[in-house]
């Protein structure tokens, strides 16, 4: 089966900064990979996914990454503010089951404001 | 909100109770999932039903029962449950669930906070 791997576990930066989370996968027939967001008391939110077929995803200042020939792909959250503080969770899965994923660990952020 | 609604928010019960969890999703998905969450652990994948056909069991505990009636509503069925089943419950739902369905992203609930003493 699928195995994710998610570093680092925690990671905090100060207000301004960049903070770049990173995943690895073992299955190559994964092709779709959501991020998603998870503040304390409530579900995961997913924030930006990407699908086997592109690179490289953008939205505002949240960018993901994906190199499928090395089986990992990453987050980019630039220019951090207090309220990007959360539990942020990579996933792996396919396109046709977006809901049946493989979660990584989790890696808790926090923005120092 | 994300269109998904889990109830109850918080749940504590006893080791020989019996209790269920409900999902209900306004989406118009015909995918449902019941994911667990524990401390220090990442996601668990339970069970994923599709078109209200159960197309996964990931080796649940029979003390676990899940139900879906239609494609809206997915129950979980709780019965002599251990201290270790205490967890954050997460419903999920999603477009398609067989090959060559649609690409959609998943939703989630905002969970069961369930503590069994």
């Known amino acids: 089966g699928e195995n994710v791997e998610q570093h680092p576990s925690t990671l905090s930066v100060q207000e301004g900064d960049s903070a770049v989370i990173k995943c690895t996968y073992s299955?190559?027939?994964?092709?779709?990979f959501p991020w998603y967001k998870q503040e304390l008391g409530k579900g995961p939110q997913l924030i930006i996914d990407?699908?086997?077929?592109?690179g490289e995803k953008k939205d505002q200042r949240i960018a993901v990454t994906l190199n499928k020939t090395a089986k990992h792909f990453s987050l980019h959250i630039t220019e951090t503010q207090p309220e990007d503080s959360a539990v942020y969770f990579c996933?792996?899965?396919?396109?046709?089951?977006?809901?049946?994923?493989?979660f990584g660990d989790g890696t808790t952020l926090t923005v120092k404001p | 909100e994300t269109g998904v609604t889990q109830t109850p928010r918080h749940l504590v019960m006893g080791m020989t109770n019996k209790k269920s969890l409900k999902c209900e999703q306004h989406?118009?998905?015909?995918?449902m999932y019941w994911y667990k969450q524990s401390a220090k652990k990442p996601l668990e994948l339970m069970f994923v039903?599709?078109?209200?056909?159960?197309?996964e069991n990931n080796s649940v505990p029979s003390r676990f029962s899940p139900e879906c009636p239609n494609s809206s509503h997915l129950f979980l069925h709780l019965h002599t449950l251990q201290p270790e089943d205490s967890a954050l419950y997460l419903c999920?739902?999603?477009?398609?669930?067989?090959?060559?369905?649609?690409?959609?992203?998943?939703?989630f609930g905002q969970g069961t906070r369930l503590t069994v003493v």
């Open positions: 999920a739902s999603s477009q398609g669930g067989r090959a060559g369905g649609l690409n959609t992203e998943a939703f």
């Open positions: 299955d190559s027939a994964s092709n779709y």
């Open positions: 990407i699908r086997s077929n592109v």
């Open positions: 996933a792996a899965s396919l396109n046709t089951n977006a809901g049946k994923s493989t």
């Open positions: 989406l118009g998905h015909n995918a």
């Open positions: 039903y599709n078109f209200k056909e159960q197309t």
